[in-house]
């Protein structure tokens, strides 16, 4: 037999840094801030599979906790190390530029206050090798993202606390 160290639970991932860490470092602002128009890219260090029923290290659920005052929209686009025909985005916020295919899965004007969002990646879009997310913010004021969390199930996520107010719908 074997023991495998992981740097992460196998059924848990964070795609932000740890939020103690950014604590112990002084900051209590969210982990990441997009002043519109805006974008990030974060690339995960190595693919994360996402499939229907998620063997250990894979994943099937998306959380995320943002807070976007002054309305505006916000987009995450999950990037496949794979091709596609249709690519995989949420969109966020009253429809602001056309983002072709996007899945909106928050059609008013986004809230003056924390929202956490949990998503079903495989029921959206399938199978993924995710090795990137980019979040883009238009129009209002900055977006900011307290928590970005990939499980294997919705109970996993209950393992990680959310940064950020949360308030708001699952």
Known sequence: GAILLSEHLPTLRRVLP??????????????????PPGSARLELPTPVRVRAIPKWGEARMLRIALLKPGGGQVTIELEDDQPRDKPAIYALGQRGPAVEHANHIWAERLPNEWIVITRDLFADFGNIDLKAITLTAEGGEAAQIGSLDLARARADLNLLPVVGQASGRP
């Open 18 to 35: 740890d939020p103690t860490a950014v604590a112990a470092a002084g900051s209590e602002s969210p982990l990441l801030r997009l002043a």
